[in-house]
Nanobody, 121 residues
């Protein structure tokens, strides 16, 4: 059974940092890509970043490039999203997903339950 569990969300002030974790079980991170998406109230799910099975290929959305960094530890089956210089507009529920390497939610077959990130002073 494939399971993805996100953690690390919370309330942070603008300019602050958070690191999200996605613990994956039931699949091998050596072969599957893991992506991070986010969804704000009233908006569609938005691509944030994705990392290939080897960890060598990464795509990051322009809206977070230079501020967010995706990484993975295949030995621990964990994928991280380090978020720096957070802005109000980064407020959303953040989801990790496993599947093919790409920007579209439809390319990912398995999803976590999400973790809330709120950026507010």
């Amino acid at each position: 059974q494939v399971q993805l569990v996100e953690s690390g969300g919370g309330l942070v002030q603008p300019g602050g940092s958070l690191t999200l974790s996605c613990v994956v079980s039931g699949i091998s991170l050596d072969y599957d890509s893991i992506g991070w998406f986010r969804q704000a109230p009233g908006k569609e799910r938005e691509f944030v970043s994705t990392i290939g099975g080897s960890g060598q290929t990464i795509i990051t959305a322009d809206s977070v490039k230079g501020r967010f960094t995706i990484s993975r530890d295949n030995a621990k089956n964990i994928v991280y999203l380090r978020m720096n210089s957070l802005k109000h507009e980064d407020t959303a529920v953040y989801y990790c997903a496993a599947g093919r390497f790409g920007r579209r939610p439809s390319e990912y077959a398995y999803w976590g339950q999400g973790t809330q990130v709120t950026v507010s002073s």
